[in-house]
């Protein structure tokens, strides 16, 4: 449930109603906003302990919250989190494009490919130092020197990084390396691994699972923030449908209702939602009129030799070309740059 404090309520009362609640096994969160307090509180909740909080001295109201989510959900955090990466905001005014090959492959290939998406318009660097790959014969990454690869890239570039964790026992290596850890669509549902990333306070990039749905996919932020650590960034990469023509079926109506739900920003993956290149322009454009906070795209100097996922990578030239028409179609709906 969530107590809403009268506005004019005082420190003392604010403090008398979480320490009631922790008496009575509530985990309790508080969320101090400009008008007034509100305080989450997770636990079982009755009609009696619901009518006991509603007489206590500067209570407004108990609101329950109906859905399983409860950290995540907008009822509980009316304002917008925006996630703080160096200099770069996730879920502010400004449409951030990850951009990268979707693994690191060598040294001076990536250092090269880092320098052209920057160069075109890039805010942020993507590469799999693990790669989650359905063949176990397939190339599988080159993990801790991947990792160092990456934090050259963003040496030289002075963009931040994003990349896989796969399995808890790398976390401390990879939290050490990447400014962003992303959880990949196969670990959605690693409970476990989520748990352990909200002993972290480095942003999280979940994405969606490939047959998750919605709610499934909001309770797994949910384990992220519920052990601590809020900076939590959704990510569509499409979902598994019974149409086989693209590798995903792409969910742009999961933009719009994660807003609605929830307060947390959200990106697209179009690459890994449609596994196709040619689909990757039109759909980040998409991406842009849901109202999405970025994109993440893969971008190789040479799709064909690439050695994962060259079907869906974008030749730099073709990022580039995008980018001006991401630019352009933002500044459109967004009112020139007025929010
Ligand atoms: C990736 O981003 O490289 C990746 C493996 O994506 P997903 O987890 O969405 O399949
Ligand atoms: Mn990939």
Redesign the pocket.
């Known amino acids: 449930m969530i107590i809403v404090m009268e506005s004019q309520a005082s420190a003392a009362q604010i403090q008398h109603v979480s320490s009631k609640l922790q008496e009575k096994g509530f985990q309790v969160h508080l969320s101090q906003g400009i008008e007034r307090t509100i305080i989450g509180a997770i636990g079982q909740r009755t009609q009696a302990t619901q009518d006991l909080f509603e007489t206590l001295p500067g209570v407004e109201k108990v609101v329950p919250i109906a859905q399983p989510f409860k950290l995540a959900s907008r009822q509980f955090k009316q304002e917008r989190t925006r996630v703080q990466v160096g200099s770069i905001t996730i879920g502010g005014r400004d449409f951030q494009i990850i951009a990268g090959p979707?693994a690191v492959e060598g040294r001076t290939k990536y250092l090269e490919i880092a320098q052209a998406v920057k160069e075109a318009g890039a805010t942020m660097l993507?590469g799999?130092a693990f790669?989650?790959r359905t063949s176990p014969y397939s190339f599988q990454g080159l993990e801790k020197e991947g990792l160092k690869i990456l934090a050259e890239a963003r040496e030289i570039t002075g963009l931040p990084v994003i990349t896989?964790i796969m399995d808890p026992r790398h976390l401390d290596e990879v939290a050490s390396y990447a400014d962003i850890l992303?959880v990949?669509?196969?670990n959605m549902q690693n409970y476990f691994l989520l748990r352990e990333l909200g002993r972290l306070q480095h942003p999280i990039l979940l994405?969606r699972g490939p047959s998750a749905t919605i709610e499934e996919w909001i309770m797994a932020a949910e384990y992220i923030i519920s052990s601590g650590n809020p900076n939590v960034i959704m990510c569509e990469?499409g979902i598994r449908t019974f149409d086989s023509y693209t590798r995903n079926t792409l969910d742009i109506s999961a933009v719009p209702v994660i807003k609605q739900l929830t307060h947390m920003p959200i990106i697209v993956?179009p690459s890994?939602g449609t596994g196709k290149w040619k689909l990757v322009e039109p759909m980040s454009l998409a991406a842009v009129g849901a109202g999405a906070d970025g994109i993440m795209v893969e971008v190789h100097q040479n799709p064909s030799e690439a050695l994962s996922?060259g079907p869906q990578s974008l030749t730099p030239e073709n990022f580039a070309r995008m980018v001006k028409k991401i630019k352009n179609l933002h500044l459109l709906l967004n009112n020139n740059g007025e929010q």
């Open positions: 979707c993507r799999g790669k989650p896989e992303q990949g669509a196969r994405k990469r993956d890994h996922d």
